[in-house]
């Protein structure tokens, strides 16, 4: 069983739509949870954290993480062209320095 | 935020030739890098952490006279894929680590992608 969890999609959607993402994990030790936006042929890119369970918004972006279900989300709402990437989600410790990552979503938002 | 560089970002070489691939981390200092290499839809997969100064740590599976690490100086570590082969072919990625008060964070490099043919 992999540490992370996410399932790699496609995952197709037309303009306007509400982008639902997930990974789910088995390390209780984690404690901060990362969404990164990976477009094609470069390098990932931090869109948020969260530490330890809650939600976290930031535009039109909203984190979600429930430590009890070790569950964490990603949604995305009016999504836009723009949005098509693969989003990877990851996780470390608080001491820890490596990074957890899940298998990335491929996402395309159809204009 | 921190800005890391990867030269060059794309390679084509023969197979049995080494390739020298840098990362350099441009506004600031790094202890700790870290190389990645990611398949086609796939996740990225850590290789190797990348100490200045001293040894990388290479994971469990990765071939440490293979990929051969060296951080000579705060800012930059090189990874050379010596006696490349097609199954090498690849998209690496390199990331540098900052502490934060919250937690360590990693900036990552735009990537580079190797094709051997």
């Known amino acids: 069983q992999k540490e992370v969890e996410q399932d790699p999609g496609p995952l197709s959607v037309p303009e306007g739509a509400i982008v639902s993402l997930n990974c789910t994990y088995s390390?209780?030790?984690?404690?901060?949870f990362m969404w990164y936006r990976q477009y094609s042929r470069k390098g990932p890119e931090l869109l948020m954290y969260?530490?330890?369970?809650g939600n976290k918004e930031d535009g039109r972006f909203t984190a979600q993480v429930d430590k009890s279900s070790k569950y964490i989300s990603l949604f995305i709402r009016d999504s836009q062209p723009s949005d098509s990437a693969t989003y990877l989600c990851?996780?470390?410790?608080?001491?820890?320095?490596?990074?957890?990552f899940g298998a990335g979503t491929t996402v395309t938002v159809r204009a | 935020g921190a800005v890391v560089s990867q030269h060059p970002s794309r390679v084509i070489c023969k197979s049995g030739t080494s390739v020298k691939i840098e990362c350099r981390s441009l506004?600031?200092?790094?202890?700790?890098m870290f190389w990645y290499r990611q398949f086609p839809k796939k996740s990225l997969m850590l290789m190797a952490t990348?100490?200045?100064?001293?040894?990388?740590?290479?994971e469990q599976g990765v071939e440490k006279d293979k990929f051969l690490i060296n951080h000579a100086s705060l800012t930059l570590s090189t990874l050379t894929v010596t006696s490349a082969h097609p199954e090498d072919s690849s998209f690496y990625i390199c990331?540098?680590?900052?502490?934060?008060?919250?937690?360590?964070?990693?900036?990552f490099g735009p990537g580079t992608r190797l094709t051997v043919l």
């Open positions: 390390n209780s030790a984690f404690q901060y």
């Open positions: 990348s100490n200045e100064g001293s040894k990388a740590t290479y």
């Open positions: 990331s540098a680590l900052v502490s934060g008060p919250a937690y360590n964070e990693q900036f």
């Open positions: 969260t530490y330890s369970s």
């Open positions: 990851a996780m470390i410790g608080s001491d820890d320095y490596k990074l957890s």
């Open positions: 506004d600031f200092q790094a202890t700790t």
